[in-house]
Protein backbone atom coordinates (compact mmCIF):
# COMPACT_ATOMS: atom_id res chain seq x y z
CA UNK A 1 0.00 0.00 0.00
CA UNK A 2 2.89 2.37 1.20
CA UNK A 3 4.33 1.80 -2.39
CA UNK A 4 1.33 2.57 -4.52
CA UNK A 5 0.74 5.54 -2.17
CA UNK A 6 4.10 7.05 -3.37
CA UNK A 7 3.88 5.69 -6.56
CA UNK A 8 0.36 7.32 -6.68
CA UNK A 9 1.92 10.97 -5.44
CA UNK A 10 4.42 10.99 -8.48
CA UNK A 11 1.94 10.74 -11.09
CA UNK A 12 -0.57 13.16 -9.75
CA UNK A 13 2.11 15.64 -9.49
CA UNK A 14 3.40 14.81 -12.91
CA UNK A 15 0.21 15.47 -14.20
CA UNK A 16 -0.34 18.68 -11.84
CA UNK A 17 2.72 20.22 -13.69
CA UNK A 18 2.01 19.33 -16.96
CA UNK A 19 -1.55 17.87 -18.21
CA UNK A 20 -0.43 15.86 -21.22
CA UNK A 21 -1.50 12.60 -22.52
CA UNK A 22 1.31 10.66 -21.56
CA UNK A 23 0.73 11.74 -17.98
CA UNK A 24 -2.94 11.37 -17.94
CA UNK A 25 -2.05 7.51 -19.68
CA UNK A 26 -0.01 6.72 -16.46
CA UNK A 27 -2.87 7.33 -14.62
CA UNK A 28 -5.27 5.43 -16.31
CA UNK A 29 -2.83 2.70 -16.34
CA UNK A 30 -2.56 3.30 -12.39
CA UNK A 31 -5.77 1.94 -12.02
CA UNK A 32 -5.25 -1.87 -12.88
CA UNK A 33 -2.45 -2.47 -9.92
CA UNK A 34 -5.10 -0.71 -7.89
CA UNK A 35 -7.65 -3.46 -8.79
CA UNK A 36 -4.80 -6.21 -8.20
CA UNK A 37 -4.24 -4.75 -5.20
CA UNK A 38 -7.99 -4.88 -4.06
CA UNK A 39 -8.25 -0.78 -3.13
CA UNK A 40 -11.76 0.30 -2.95
CA UNK A 41 -12.63 3.84 -4.40
CA UNK A 42 -13.05 5.19 -1.02
CA UNK A 43 -9.41 4.35 -0.62
CA UNK A 44 -8.25 5.95 -3.76
CA UNK A 45 -10.00 9.34 -2.86
CA UNK A 46 -8.03 9.08 0.86
CA UNK A 47 -4.60 8.17 -1.49
CA UNK A 48 -5.79 11.06 -3.32
CA UNK A 49 -6.33 13.40 -0.65
CA UNK A 50 -2.96 12.40 1.20
CA UNK A 51 -0.79 12.91 -2.01
CA UNK A 52 -2.34 16.09 -2.35
CA UNK A 53 -1.81 17.68 0.82
CA UNK A 54 1.61 16.07 0.34
CA UNK A 55 2.11 18.27 -3.12
CA UNK A 56 0.41 21.20 -2.70
CA UNK A 57 1.37 22.97 1.10
CA UNK A 58 -1.58 25.24 2.87
CA UNK A 59 -4.20 22.96 1.21
CA UNK A 60 -7.24 24.91 2.09
CA UNK A 61 -8.89 23.61 5.84
CA UNK A 62 -12.18 23.29 3.32
CA UNK A 63 -10.99 21.30 0.48
CA UNK A 64 -9.59 18.75 3.11
CA UNK A 65 -13.18 18.79 4.76
CA UNK A 66 -14.64 18.71 1.30
CA UNK A 67 -12.33 15.34 0.43
CA UNK A 68 -13.19 13.76 3.85
CA UNK A 69 -16.63 14.45 3.16
CA UNK A 70 -16.19 12.23 -0.39
CA UNK A 71 -14.54 9.47 1.36
CA UNK A 72 -17.71 8.96 3.35
CA UNK A 73 -20.24 9.14 0.48
CA UNK A 74 -18.16 6.71 -1.35
CA UNK A 75 -18.23 4.27 1.62
CA UNK A 76 -22.10 4.66 1.34
CA UNK A 77 -21.75 4.30 -2.27
CA UNK A 78 -19.32 1.15 -2.38
CA UNK A 79 -21.71 -0.55 0.16
CA UNK A 80 -25.03 -0.02 -1.66
CA UNK A 81 -23.53 -0.53 -5.11
CA UNK A 82 -22.36 -4.21 -3.89
CA UNK A 83 -25.81 -4.51 -2.61
CA UNK A 84 -27.01 -3.96 -6.05
CA UNK A 85 -24.59 -6.17 -7.38
CA UNK A 86 -25.65 -9.14 -5.21
CA UNK A 87 -28.98 -8.87 -6.37
CA UNK A 88 -28.15 -8.64 -9.95
CA UNK A 89 -26.60 -12.06 -9.28
CA UNK A 90 -29.57 -13.26 -7.57
CA UNK A 91 -31.82 -12.27 -10.48
CA UNK A 92 -29.27 -14.13 -12.97
CA UNK A 93 -29.28 -16.97 -10.66
CA UNK A 94 -33.21 -17.09 -10.83
CA UNK A 95 -33.56 -16.27 -14.21
CA UNK A 96 -31.12 -19.84 -15.43
CA UNK A 97 -33.10 -21.31 -12.83
CA UNK A 98 -36.49 -20.32 -14.44
CA UNK A 99 -35.10 -21.55 -18.26
CA UNK A 100 -33.52 -24.38 -16.37
CA UNK A 101 -37.23 -25.46 -15.00
CA UNK A 102 -39.38 -23.88 -18.54
CA UNK A 103 -37.50 -26.63 -20.71
CA UNK A 104 -37.66 -29.44 -18.06
CA UNK A 105 -41.97 -28.73 -18.24
CA UNK A 106 -41.25 -28.42 -22.13
CA UNK A 107 -40.02 -31.51 -21.84
CA UNK A 108 -43.05 -32.93 -19.61
CA UNK A 109 -45.66 -31.50 -21.04
CA UNK A 110 -44.53 -31.90 -24.75
CA UNK A 111 -47.78 -32.58 -26.56
CA UNK A 112 -47.66 -34.72 -30.10
CA UNK A 113 -51.21 -34.17 -32.04
CA UNK A 114 -52.15 -37.30 -33.14
CA UNK A 115 -52.94 -37.69 -36.95
CA UNK A 116 -55.63 -40.41 -37.39
CA UNK A 117 -57.72 -41.04 -40.67
CA UNK A 118 -60.53 -39.06 -41.22
CA UNK A 119 -60.21 -36.48 -38.71
CA UNK A 120 -58.34 -33.40 -38.23
CA UNK A 121 -57.02 -31.64 -35.47
CA UNK A 122 -55.06 -28.75 -34.76
CA UNK A 123 -53.87 -27.04 -31.87
CA UNK A 124 -52.03 -23.86 -30.54
CA UNK A 125 -51.11 -23.35 -26.78
CA UNK A 126 -49.02 -19.98 -25.81
CA UNK A 127 -47.55 -19.59 -22.63
CA UNK A 128 -47.99 -15.67 -21.21
CA UNK A 129 -44.91 -16.13 -19.11
CA UNK A 130 -42.33 -18.70 -19.78
CA UNK A 131 -44.18 -21.36 -17.66
CA UNK A 132 -47.25 -22.73 -19.10
CA UNK A 133 -50.68 -23.37 -17.17
CA UNK A 134 -52.46 -24.58 -20.13
CA UNK A 135 -51.87 -27.48 -20.98
CA UNK A 136 -53.32 -30.14 -23.71
CA UNK A 137 -53.18 -34.07 -23.55
CA UNK A 138 -53.76 -36.31 -26.12
CA UNK A 139 -53.92 -39.81 -26.20
CA UNK A 140 -54.61 -42.03 -29.38
CA UNK A 141 -54.27 -46.09 -28.82
CA UNK A 142 -53.96 -46.39 -32.25
CA UNK A 143 -57.12 -48.01 -32.44
CA UNK A 144 -60.85 -46.84 -32.04
CA UNK A 145 -60.69 -43.86 -29.58
CA UNK A 146 -58.78 -41.12 -28.93
CA UNK A 147 -59.23 -38.51 -26.30
CA UNK A 148 -58.06 -35.20 -25.94
CA UNK A 149 -57.71 -33.05 -22.57
CA UNK A 150 -57.76 -29.63 -22.14
CA UNK A 151 -56.44 -28.02 -18.95
CA UNK A 152 -56.02 -24.69 -17.54
CA UNK A 153 -54.31 -24.21 -13.52
CA UNK A 154 -55.52 -21.34 -11.92
CA UNK A 155 -52.72 -18.98 -11.94
CA UNK A 156 -49.66 -18.34 -14.04
CA UNK A 157 -46.10 -19.01 -13.81
CA UNK A 158 -44.25 -21.21 -12.01
CA UNK A 159 -47.24 -22.02 -9.06
CA UNK A 160 -49.53 -23.00 -12.06
CA UNK A 161 -46.38 -25.46 -13.93
CA UNK A 162 -45.94 -27.51 -10.79
CA UNK A 163 -49.97 -27.64 -10.33
CA UNK A 164 -49.42 -29.07 -13.68
CA UNK A 165 -47.06 -32.02 -13.73
CA UNK A 166 -49.46 -33.34 -11.20
CA UNK A 167 -52.17 -33.45 -13.45
CA UNK A 168 -50.22 -34.55 -16.50
CA UNK A 169 -49.19 -37.53 -14.04
CA UNK A 170 -53.05 -38.05 -12.95
CA UNK A 171 -54.11 -38.39 -16.40
CA UNK A 172 -50.88 -40.43 -17.66
CA UNK A 173 -51.72 -42.95 -14.79
CA UNK A 174 -55.59 -43.22 -14.88
CA UNK A 175 -56.49 -42.58 -18.52
CA UNK A 176 -56.66 -45.29 -21.56
CA UNK A 177 -58.10 -43.50 -24.70
CA UNK A 178 -61.05 -45.32 -24.24
CA UNK A 179 -62.05 -44.14 -20.45
CA UNK A 180 -65.17 -42.49 -19.91
CA UNK A 181 -64.84 -38.51 -19.48
CA UNK A 182 -66.68 -38.61 -16.63
CA UNK A 183 -64.89 -41.42 -14.79
CA UNK A 184 -61.54 -39.72 -15.54
CA UNK A 185 -62.60 -36.19 -13.84
CA UNK A 186 -64.04 -38.01 -11.10
CA UNK A 187 -60.49 -39.47 -10.35
CA UNK A 188 -58.57 -36.42 -11.26
CA UNK A 189 -60.49 -34.76 -9.17
CA UNK A 190 -59.69 -37.02 -5.98
CA UNK A 191 -55.93 -36.42 -6.58
CA UNK A 192 -55.78 -32.90 -7.58
CA UNK A 193 -58.27 -32.17 -4.01
CA UNK A 194 -55.87 -33.61 -1.78
CA UNK A 195 -52.84 -32.14 -3.13
CA UNK A 196 -53.05 -28.24 -3.50
CA UNK A 197 -54.34 -25.66 -1.07
CA UNK A 198 -57.53 -23.84 -0.81
CA UNK A 199 -57.20 -21.25 -3.69
CA UNK A 200 -55.86 -23.81 -5.90
CA UNK A 201 -58.03 -25.31 -8.72
CA UNK A 202 -57.95 -26.81 -12.28
CA UNK A 203 -60.30 -26.38 -14.74
CA UNK A 204 -60.49 -29.12 -17.63
CA UNK A 205 -62.88 -30.40 -20.69
CA UNK A 206 -61.99 -33.66 -21.27
CA UNK A 207 -63.25 -35.84 -24.67
CA UNK A 208 -63.19 -38.75 -25.93
CA UNK A 209 -63.76 -39.61 -29.95
CA UNK A 210 -64.80 -42.84 -31.74
CA UNK A 211 -63.25 -43.29 -34.31
CA UNK A 212 -65.49 -45.70 -35.97
CA UNK A 213 -68.43 -44.19 -34.99
CA UNK A 214 -67.75 -40.53 -35.48
CA UNK A 215 -69.38 -39.77 -31.75
CA UNK A 216 -68.01 -37.19 -29.70
CA UNK A 217 -67.85 -36.99 -25.69
CA UNK A 218 -67.25 -34.59 -23.52
CA UNK A 219 -67.59 -33.64 -19.54
CA UNK A 220 -66.15 -30.20 -18.40
CA UNK A 221 -64.88 -29.64 -14.91
CA UNK A 222 -65.31 -25.40 -15.10
CA UNK A 223 -64.20 -25.11 -18.05
CA UNK A 224 -64.73 -22.91 -20.81
CA UNK A 225 -67.73 -24.18 -22.48
CA UNK A 226 -66.44 -25.57 -26.11
CA UNK A 227 -68.36 -24.66 -29.15
CA UNK A 228 -69.67 -27.45 -31.55
CA UNK A 229 -70.48 -26.06 -35.23
CA UNK A 230 -73.25 -28.55 -36.84
CA UNK A 231 -72.69 -27.57 -40.44
CA UNK A 232 -75.98 -29.18 -41.93
CA UNK A 233 -77.91 -27.51 -39.71
CA UNK A 234 -75.39 -24.58 -39.93
CA UNK A 235 -75.35 -23.52 -36.40
CA UNK A 236 -73.03 -23.25 -33.29
CA UNK A 237 -73.97 -24.55 -30.16
CA UNK A 238 -71.81 -23.87 -27.26
CA UNK A 239 -70.98 -26.89 -25.16
CA UNK A 240 -71.91 -25.81 -21.76
CA UNK A 241 -72.06 -27.47 -18.39
CA UNK A 242 -71.99 -25.79 -14.54
CA UNK A 243 -70.10 -28.93 -13.46
CA UNK A 244 -67.36 -27.95 -10.40
CA UNK A 245 -63.85 -27.11 -11.26
CA UNK A 246 -61.43 -29.78 -10.14
CA UNK A 247 -59.64 -29.70 -6.59
CA UNK A 248 -62.76 -27.90 -4.96
CA UNK A 249 -64.60 -30.94 -3.03
CA UNK A 250 -63.33 -34.30 -2.45
CA UNK A 251 -66.32 -36.19 -4.02
CA UNK A 252 -67.78 -34.75 -6.95
CA UNK A 253 -70.06 -36.55 -9.47
CA UNK A 254 -69.39 -35.31 -13.88
CA UNK A 255 -71.72 -36.15 -16.26
CA UNK A 256 -70.82 -36.61 -19.88
CA UNK A 257 -72.75 -36.16 -23.07
CA UNK A 258 -72.00 -37.21 -26.43
CA UNK A 259 -72.09 -35.65 -30.30
CA UNK A 260 -72.55 -37.60 -33.38
CA UNK A 261 -69.67 -35.38 -35.79
CA UNK A 262 -71.00 -35.38 -39.68
CA UNK A 263 -68.90 -34.52 -42.24
CA UNK A 264 -67.37 -30.61 -42.11
CA UNK A 265 -68.79 -30.17 -38.43
CA UNK A 266 -65.75 -29.31 -36.05
CA UNK A 267 -65.25 -28.83 -32.32
CA UNK A 268 -63.54 -25.59 -31.02
CA UNK A 269 -62.06 -26.79 -27.11
CA UNK A 270 -60.08 -24.01 -25.57
CA UNK A 271 -59.04 -22.42 -22.29
CA UNK A 272 -59.91 -18.93 -21.02
CA UNK A 273 -57.32 -17.15 -22.41
CA UNK A 274 -58.56 -17.44 -25.72
CA UNK A 275 -61.91 -15.40 -24.49
CA UNK A 276 -60.54 -12.65 -21.67
CA UNK A 277 -61.05 -9.40 -23.45
CA UNK A 278 -60.60 -7.45 -20.31
CA UNK A 279 -60.01 -4.27 -21.58
CA UNK A 280 -63.14 -4.58 -24.51
CA UNK A 281 -66.51 -4.61 -22.16
CA UNK A 282 -68.87 -4.90 -24.44
CA UNK A 283 -67.51 -6.99 -26.86
CA UNK A 284 -68.77 -11.07 -26.64
CA UNK A 285 -65.17 -12.82 -27.38
CA UNK A 286 -67.33 -16.34 -28.21
CA UNK A 287 -69.75 -14.69 -30.65
CA UNK A 288 -66.40 -13.30 -32.53
CA UNK A 289 -64.34 -16.69 -32.49
CA UNK A 290 -67.74 -17.98 -33.74
CA UNK A 291 -67.40 -15.97 -36.73
CA UNK A 292 -64.17 -15.88 -37.37
CA UNK A 293 -63.64 -20.20 -37.05
CA UNK A 294 -66.45 -19.99 -40.08
CA UNK A 295 -64.45 -17.60 -41.86
CA UNK A 296 -61.82 -19.84 -42.45
CA UNK A 297 -63.65 -23.00 -42.06
CA UNK A 298 -62.49 -24.11 -45.68
CA UNK A 299 -58.88 -24.16 -43.95
CA UNK A 300 -57.70 -27.24 -42.22
CA UNK A 301 -58.12 -27.14 -38.60
CA UNK A 302 -53.80 -26.46 -37.74
CA UNK A 303 -54.22 -23.40 -39.72
CA UNK A 304 -57.76 -22.29 -38.30
CA UNK A 305 -56.03 -22.43 -35.13
CA UNK A 306 -53.56 -20.24 -36.32
CA UNK A 307 -55.82 -18.23 -38.22
CA UNK A 308 -57.87 -17.51 -34.91
CA UNK A 309 -54.58 -17.04 -32.84
CA UNK A 310 -53.10 -14.66 -35.34
CA UNK A 311 -56.10 -12.69 -35.45
CA UNK A 312 -57.03 -12.19 -31.79
CA UNK A 313 -53.44 -11.50 -31.44
CA UNK A 314 -53.85 -8.24 -33.18
CA UNK A 315 -57.20 -7.62 -30.99
CA UNK A 316 -54.64 -7.41 -28.10
CA UNK A 317 -52.73 -5.15 -30.02
CA UNK A 318 -50.05 -8.02 -29.42
CA UNK A 319 -50.31 -8.16 -25.83
CA UNK A 320 -51.97 -11.77 -24.80
CA UNK A 321 -52.72 -11.57 -20.73
CA UNK A 322 -52.89 -14.68 -20.34
CA UNK A 323 -51.86 -18.78 -21.56
CA UNK A 324 -53.53 -19.15 -24.46
CA UNK A 325 -54.65 -22.72 -25.88
CA UNK A 326 -57.14 -23.39 -29.18
CA UNK A 327 -57.49 -27.29 -30.39
CA UNK A 328 -59.81 -27.65 -33.06
CA UNK A 329 -61.31 -31.05 -33.78
CA UNK A 330 -62.75 -31.39 -37.63
CA UNK A 331 -64.34 -34.27 -39.08
CA UNK B 1 -55.82 -0.76 -11.05
CA UNK B 2 -56.28 -1.89 -7.58
CA UNK B 3 -58.59 -3.76 -5.11
CA UNK B 4 -60.17 -2.29 -2.33
CA UNK B 5 -62.50 -3.57 0.70
CA UNK B 6 -65.07 -1.69 2.68
CA UNK B 7 -66.70 -3.46 5.80
CA UNK B 8 -69.84 -1.94 7.35
CA UNK B 9 -71.24 -4.14 10.44
CA UNK B 10 -75.06 -4.18 10.95
CA UNK B 11 -75.61 -6.92 13.99
CA UNK B 12 -74.46 -10.22 13.01
CA UNK B 13 -74.05 -9.31 9.42
CA UNK B 14 -70.75 -8.54 8.07
CA UNK B 15 -71.20 -6.73 4.49
CA UNK B 16 -67.91 -5.99 2.25
CA UNK B 17 -68.28 -3.84 -0.26
CA UNK B 18 -65.43 -4.41 -3.06
CA UNK B 19 -64.42 -2.51 -5.48
CA UNK B 20 -61.36 -2.74 -8.56
CA UNK B 21 -60.39 -5.74 -10.53
CA UNK B 22 -59.28 -8.91 -8.92
CA UNK B 23 -56.35 -10.07 -10.78
CA UNK B 24 -53.06 -11.90 -10.40
CA UNK B 25 -51.41 -8.44 -9.16
CA UNK B 26 -55.03 -7.94 -7.06
CA UNK B 27 -55.65 -10.91 -5.29
CA UNK B 28 -53.37 -11.05 -2.74
CA UNK B 29 -54.48 -7.80 -0.95
CA UNK B 30 -57.77 -8.97 -1.11
CA UNK B 31 -56.63 -12.56 0.52
CA UNK B 32 -55.23 -10.70 3.63
CA UNK B 33 -58.25 -8.95 3.66
CA UNK B 34 -61.06 -11.81 4.01
CA UNK B 35 -58.24 -13.35 5.89
CA UNK B 36 -58.91 -10.74 8.79
CA UNK B 37 -62.39 -11.52 9.31
CA UNK B 38 -63.31 -13.39 12.13
CA UNK B 39 -66.13 -16.05 11.24
CA UNK B 40 -68.31 -18.13 13.50
CA UNK B 41 -71.61 -20.07 12.89
CA UNK B 42 -73.32 -16.69 14.38
CA UNK B 43 -71.58 -14.60 11.81
CA UNK B 44 -73.24 -13.89 8.37
CA UNK B 45 -71.17 -12.29 5.66
CA UNK B 46 -72.08 -10.81 2.54
CA UNK B 47 -69.25 -9.88 -0.31
CA UNK B 48 -70.94 -7.14 -2.64
CA UNK B 49 -69.17 -7.42 -5.64
CA UNK B 50 -70.92 -4.57 -7.98
CA UNK B 51 -68.23 -2.45 -8.26
CA UNK B 52 -65.89 -5.74 -9.26
CA UNK B 53 -65.30 -4.77 -12.78
CA UNK B 54 -62.77 -8.21 -13.39
CA UNK B 55 -62.02 -11.26 -11.69
CA UNK B 56 -59.18 -13.72 -13.26
CA UNK B 57 -58.83 -17.11 -12.02
CA UNK B 58 -56.56 -15.98 -9.43
CA UNK B 59 -59.24 -13.72 -8.62
CA UNK B 60 -62.03 -17.00 -8.23
CA UNK B 61 -59.56 -18.89 -5.83
CA UNK B 62 -59.18 -16.21 -3.19
CA UNK B 63 -63.28 -16.50 -3.18
CA UNK B 64 -63.03 -20.60 -3.37
CA UNK B 65 -60.56 -20.06 -0.22
CA UNK B 66 -63.02 -17.82 1.84
CA UNK B 67 -65.91 -19.91 0.55
CA UNK B 68 -63.76 -23.10 2.36
CA UNK B 69 -63.11 -21.34 5.46
CA UNK B 70 -66.00 -20.26 5.71
CA UNK B 71 -67.71 -23.97 5.53
CA UNK B 72 -65.39 -25.25 8.11
CA UNK B 73 -66.35 -22.60 10.76
CA UNK B 74 -69.76 -22.90 10.02
CA UNK B 75 -70.89 -19.02 8.49
CA UNK B 76 -72.63 -17.76 6.48
CA UNK B 77 -71.43 -16.52 2.93
CA UNK B 78 -73.40 -14.85 0.10
CA UNK B 79 -71.79 -13.32 -2.97
CA UNK B 80 -74.45 -10.26 -3.75
CA UNK B 81 -74.82 -7.59 -6.84
CA UNK B 82 -72.59 -9.62 -9.16
CA UNK B 83 -73.12 -8.51 -12.87
CA UNK B 84 -74.22 -10.53 -15.66
CA UNK B 85 -70.02 -11.76 -16.60
CA UNK B 86 -69.04 -11.87 -12.95
CA UNK B 87 -72.39 -14.56 -12.96
CA UNK B 88 -71.40 -16.30 -16.11
CA UNK B 89 -67.55 -16.93 -14.68
CA UNK B 90 -69.62 -18.70 -11.30
CA UNK B 91 -71.78 -20.61 -13.30
CA UNK B 92 -69.15 -21.91 -16.22
CA UNK B 93 -67.06 -23.24 -13.03
CA UNK B 94 -69.60 -24.62 -11.26
CA UNK B 95 -68.91 -22.01 -8.26
CA UNK B 96 -72.68 -20.85 -8.92
CA UNK B 97 -74.42 -24.96 -7.75
CA UNK B 98 -71.60 -24.54 -4.75
CA UNK B 99 -71.76 -20.94 -3.41
CA UNK B 100 -74.54 -18.75 -2.34
CA UNK B 101 -74.72 -16.22 -5.51
CA UNK B 102 -76.93 -13.26 -6.35
CA UNK B 103 -77.29 -11.24 -9.48
CA UNK B 104 -77.61 -7.86 -9.98
CA UNK B 105 -75.18 -4.39 -10.10
CA UNK B 106 -73.76 -2.73 -12.78
CA UNK B 107 -74.21 -3.66 -16.19
CA UNK B 108 -70.92 -2.44 -17.53
CA UNK B 109 -68.67 -4.74 -15.54
CA UNK B 110 -66.77 -7.73 -17.35
CA UNK B 111 -64.86 -10.51 -16.42
Known sequence: MEQLKRDYKIILSNYIHNQNESNLYTGQNFIKRLIQKNVSPEEVISIHKQALEEIIEDLPESTIHAYDFLIEVMVHFGLKLKEHQSLLMKQEELRIEMEVAARIQNTLLETTIPNPENLDIGMVSVPLRKMNGDYVHFMHDHKRYLSIAVTDVVGKGVPAALCMSMVKYGLDTLEYANSNPSYVLEALNQLIEKSVDDSMFVSMCYSRYDLETDIFTWSSAGHEPPLYYDSREKVYYDLESKELLLGILPEVKYSQHDIKLNENDFIILMTDGVTDFRKQENFDPRQYIKELALSCRHLNAQEMCENIYKKLQVLHNYELEDDFTIVIIKK | ?111
Do not use: C, W
Open chain 2, 1 to 111: MDVNIQFRKEGNLLIGFIEGEIDTFTAPTLREELEKIHLSTEISVELDLSKVSYIDSTGLGVFVAFYKRATKENANLKLVNLSSRLTRLFEITGLSELMDIEEGGISHASI
